[in-house]
């Protein structure tokens, strides 16, 4: 199993961006994926997380602002993040846990097994 997250890039804050996350696996559907971001000198942070029956939840510093949405048919999931503020800026990872029941989520990094490699996000003031 491998994920690639993508999308990441510089923007201004109170911009959009959206980023990918594409899954190599044949069951995709028996995933549940998150989002963690890392700034320089913090511990990973939760972002949002989509259960296999696309339940969602969201950290608390994004509620509102970002939508997490998958697609299995492509083996993808979206991060759309609205009102970017400087905050915001770290690298964000993708993360991925096989469940055999379709609602749990996953908020704590060590829930997952398989992990992407990351993508940039900057937004400047």
């Known amino acids: 199993v491998q994920l690639q997250a993508s999308g990441g890039g510089l923007v201004q804050a109170g911009d959009s961006l959206r980023l990918s996350c594409a899954a190599s696996?044949?069951?995709?559907?028996?995933?549940?994926v998150g989002w963690f971001r890392q700034a320089p000198g913090k511990e990973r942070e939760f972002v949002a997380a989509?259960?296999?029956?696309?339940?969602?939840d969201y950290g608390d510093s994004v509620k509102g602002r970002f939508t997490i949405s998958r697609d299995n048919a492509k083996k993808m999931v979206f991060l759309q993040m609205n009102s970017l503020k400087p905050e915001d800026t770290a690298v964000y990872y993708c993360?991925?846990?096989?469940?055999?029941?379709?609602?749990?989520?996953?908020?704590?990094?060590?829930?997952?097994?398989?992990w992407g490699q990351g993508t940039l996000v900057t937004a400047s003031s």
């Open positions: 993360a991925g846990r096989s469940t055999i029941l379709p609602y749990p989520l996953g908020t704590v990094p060590s829930e997952y097994n398989v």
């Open positions: 696996v044949r069951a995709f559907d028996r995933y549940a």
């Open positions: 989509i259960s296999r029956s696309s339940n969602k």
